[in-house]
C-alpha cells in the first residue's frame, strides 16, 4: 500500500539523525510494502473501514524496563490482530516528549517505548492507534498552568488522587493537546487516536474556572448555574453547553490530526456502550455515532444483567454510527467487572462469552491486557481461538444488515431528561426488562433511537417504547406516522408523559393512540417503588384471546408495582386491570381486599398496547418468567406476528439475525447455564438440539446452510419461504449461515 512507503520514507527525511539508517528505513519500508500489499488485496478503502481485530497491551510506568516486544509481535500474530492500541501521551508520556511538563513515565529514562512499538507493528504491517489518556496532570503542570485547570464553587482545583483535572474550556484542549497529537504524528505517524477519558469532568461536577464562567456567559448569557437542579433553566442550558463542548473537542482533535497526518489520521475518543453512562461524561451518542467513521468502545464487562447486553450495545451503536462502519471493542482479558483485578485472569469463558455477544451485535474483537509483564500468564490463551475463529469467518460478521420486525426505542434526552439522577432506575431497568424479554422469547430485535424512526423504521412490525417518557411533541409525531401506517406499537408506564425537557405535560403525549389519559397525581411519573409489592393483575376472560396466549389457567398475574386511575376513551379493551397491594403476613391476613378494580394495567387500541402496568422494569428486578412471557406475548400481537426467526430447543439462546446480499446469518449464543446469577463463568453448558427456522428475505433461495462454529455444512429444508436448520449442539455460541 502506497500511504504505508510513503509514511517511512518521510520518518527518514524528518529524523535523518535517528540511529537507525536511512538504508533500513528502505528495506523496511519495502518489506512493509510488500505485506501491505498483501493485506490490500484482501480488504481495501481506509484503515478504519478494514481493521477487524485489535490488540491492546495497556502500558503501565514500570513497562519501559521488561516490556518484550519481540514476544508481543508473536502474540500480535499468533492471534491475528490488524491493528494495536499503544499508549503514547497525556497523563503520561511513553516518549521523549519536547513538552517539559508532558509527564514522562517513571521508568522510560530516555527510551521512545511508544515509537519502538509503533515502528515494530508498521513493520508488521499493522495499523497503529496512538493512545491518549487526556484530562489530568501532575502538580508541576498546575503550577505552571493554574488557569488551565478545573475549580470548583470555592475556586479549588478538582483532584483526581495526587493529580489535578484539566478544563475541557482551556487551553490545555484547544492549544496544548492538539499539539501533542501533531508532535506524535511528526514522530510516528499513527493511523489514528484514541483517547480514553477525552471529555473530562463529568456531570457530577460543575467547573467554575474563569475559561467557564467567560465562555457559558458568552453562549448562553447566564452566569454558571450554582448547583445541579434539574428544573432549572440554566441548569438545563448547562448540560446542553457541556454536551456541545466535547463535540467541539472532537471536532478540533480530528482538525489537528488531519492536518498533521493525511485525511485518513483520525482522532476518536473512547466511548462506553451504555447511554447512561455516556450521559454522565456528556458524551452524546447520536452526536458521536453520527459523525465518526468508526467507534472505539470501552466496555469491558458486563455489569448486573447478562452477556446479552454486549449484543444489544453493538446493535444500539451500529443503529446510529450505520451497520458498514465497525466498532471495535476493549475486552478485558484480566478479571474486571464485580471485582477488578488488573494482572489476574479472567476466566475463559466469561471473557468469550463476551466477545461472542459482542460478533453477534456487530463489534469487533479487541484483546486488552493492563501492562506488559505478567505472573498469571493463563490470559494469553483466552484470545487466541476466539480471534482466529473471528479471522476465518469474518466476512459474515461485518456489512451486514440486522433482520428484526421489532424496534426498542432509546433516546439519550429521555436518560438525561426524564431519568435526570436516577436513569439506572427510570430508564435503563425497563429497557433492560423488555429486551432480556425479547431474548428470553428468541424475538431478534433491533435499538432504535427515537430520531431515527422515521429513516430505519422502515422494515418494522412492531415498536417498543420501554418507559421512555420524554419524548418531543415532533418524536411523538414520527411515532404516530409509524402506527397509521400500519406499525404496532407497545409503550409502557408513563411513556410520552413529559416533553425532551423532562417537565409533565398535563396527558400523555400519546394518549390519542393509547386510547388512555393521566388523571394522576404531579410526579407520579418518577414515583416508582423500588420495593416489591404485594400487588397483581387480573385477566379480564373476555379479552384474554390473542394477546395474553401463555396465561388460560389463570385469572391474575403477579405484578409488584403500583398503577393509578386513568380515563378511557370508549371502544378499547382493557385485558389487565389492577389488584391492589395485600398484607403478605401472616398468611391469614393474605387474601384481597379488593379483588377487581377499573384501574386499567393494559389497554388496547387498534394495534396499540398501553402497559402502564411497568411489567419491564419489574422484570429486570424481580425477573419474574410470567412478566417476561407477557412481554412477549404483546411484541407478537403488536407484530401481528410477524417475526421472522423460530428456534424450537431447551435452554436460553440470545438469537441475532443478518442479512448480506443472497444470505442470512444467525446467531445464537447459549446463555442458559450464564444465567443472571451473580456469578463469573467459568463453565460450559451444551445445550440440546435447536430447530431453528428463519422467514427467508428477497434473494436467499436457502438451499445450503453451514454452521460456523461446529465448521460444517448442515441441511437445510425450505418450506413456504422459510428455511429450517437442525443444530445438534450448542457449546458457547453458534453462527448460521444460509445461502
Ligand atoms: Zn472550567
Known sequence: MVGVYHRSLSLGILFPSMKTSRR??????????????????????????????????????????????????EFWKRTRVQGVIINAGGIVAYYPS????????????????????????????????????????????????????????????????????TCVNGPYYDEYLPSVLKEIIDRSHPEGFADNSWSGLGRDSICYCENCARTFRDKAGAALPRKHDWSDPVYRQWIEFSYARRIE???????????????????????????????????????IFGRAEMVFLDHQSRGTSGFEENADTGKLVHGVLGWDKIAPESMAMYQAGRGTFRVASKPAAEARF??????????????????????????????????????????????????????????????????????????????????????????????????????????????????????????????????????????????????????????????????????????????????????YLRITPEQRAGVLGG??????????????????????????????????????????????????????KGRVAFLPAEIDRLYSRDNLPDHARLLADLVRWAAGGDIPLRVEGRG???????????????????????????????DLTPSGALEVSVHLPAGVSGRAARLLVAGKGVNATVASGWARVTIPSVLDHEVVVIE
Open 24 to 73: 533500513d528505513f528502505l528495506t523496511a519500508a519495502a518489506a512493509t510494502a510488500a505485506t501491505s500489499q498483501l493485506r490490500a488485496a484482501a480488504a481495501s478503502g481506509p484503515w478504519h473501514q478494514r481493521t477487524y481485530r485489535w490488540g491492546q497491551t495497556n502500558i503501565t510506568e514500570k513497562d519501559p524496563v521488561r516490556y518484550d516486544i519481540p514476544w508481543w509481535r
Open 354 to 535: 463476551w466477545m461472542y455477544e459482542g460478533f453477534a451485535g456487530g463489534i469487533q474483537p479487541w484483546w486488552h491486557h493492563i501492562g506488559a509483564w505478567h505472573e498469571d500468564k493463563r490470559m494469553y490463551h483466552t484470545a487466541e481461538p476466539v480471534m482466529k475463529w473471528h479471522e476465518a469467518n469474518e466476512k459474515y460478521l461485518v456489512k451486514r444488515r440486522p433482520l428484526a420486525t421489532v424496534g426498542v426505542v432509546w433516546s439519550q434526552k429521555n436518560t438525561d431528561y426524564y431519568g435526570q439522577d436516577r436513569p439506572a432506575e427510570l430508564v435503563d431497568a425497563p429497557y433492560r426488562g423488555f429486551t432480556e424479554s425479547l431474548v428470553r422469547a428468541r424475538i431478534p430485535y433491533v435499538p432504535i433511537h427515537i430520531d431515527y424512526l422515521e429513516r430505519d423504521g422502515a422494515g418494522l412490525k412492531a415498536l417498543v417504547l420501554p418507559n421512555v417518557v420524554a419524548l418531543s411533541d415532533g418524536q411523538c409525531a414520527a411515532i404516530r406516522k409509524f402506527v397509521a401506517a400500519g406499525g404496532g406499537l407497545i409503550a409502557t408506564g408513563f411513556s410520552s408523559l413529559c416533553n425532551e425537557w423532562g417537565d409533565a405535560r398535563p396527558d400523555f403525549g400519546l394518549a390519542d393512540l393509547f386510547g388512555a389519559h393521566f388523571t394522576g397525581a404531579a410526579g407520579a411519573e418518577r414515583n416508582v417503588s423500588a420495593q416489591t409489592l404485594h400487588s
Open 249 to 287: 473537542i472532537w471536532d478540533l482533535n480530528n482538525r489537528a490530526t488531519k492536518a498533521a497526518g493525511g485525511p485518513d489520521c483520525l482522532w476518536f475518543g473512547m466511548n462506553s456502550g451504555a447511554v447512561t453512562s455516556q450521559s454522565r461524561s456528556f458524551r452524546d451518542c447520536k452526536a
Open 98 to 165: 519536547k513538552f517539559p511538563l508532558h509527564h514522562r513515565a517513571e521508568f522510560l529514562g530516555d527510551r521512545d517505548l511508544y515509537g519502538e512499538l509503533a515502528k515494530a507493528a508498521h513493520d508488521d504491517g499493522l495499523v497503529v492507534i496512538a493512545r491518549m489518556d487526556s484530562n489530568r496532570t501532575a502538580e508541576d503542570f498546575f503550577q505552571a498552568h493554574p488557569d488551565w485547570f478545573a475549580r470548583n464553587a470555592s475556586g479549588n482545583p478538582y483532584r483526581a488522587s495526587d493529580k489535578y483535572v
Open 551 to 604: 396465561f388460560d389457567e389463570t385469572e391474575i398475574l403477579p405484578f409488584g408495582g403500583t398503577l393509578q386511575a386513568m380515563k378511557l376513551d370508549a371502544g378499547v379493551k382493557v385485558p389487565l386491570t389492577f389488584i391492589a397491594p395485600f398484607p403478605v403476613l401472616p398468611p391469614e391476613t393474605s387474601w384481597m381486599r379488593e379483588p377487581k378494580t377499573d384501574i386499567p394495567g393494559l389497554v388496547l
Open 652 to 682: 436460553v439462546f440470545d438469537c441475532s439475525v443478518y442479512t448480506q446480499p443472497g444470505r442470512v446469518i444467525a446467531h445464537f449464543v447459549n446463555l442458559t447455564a450464564t444465567g443472571r446469577m451473580p456469578v463469573t463463568d467459568d
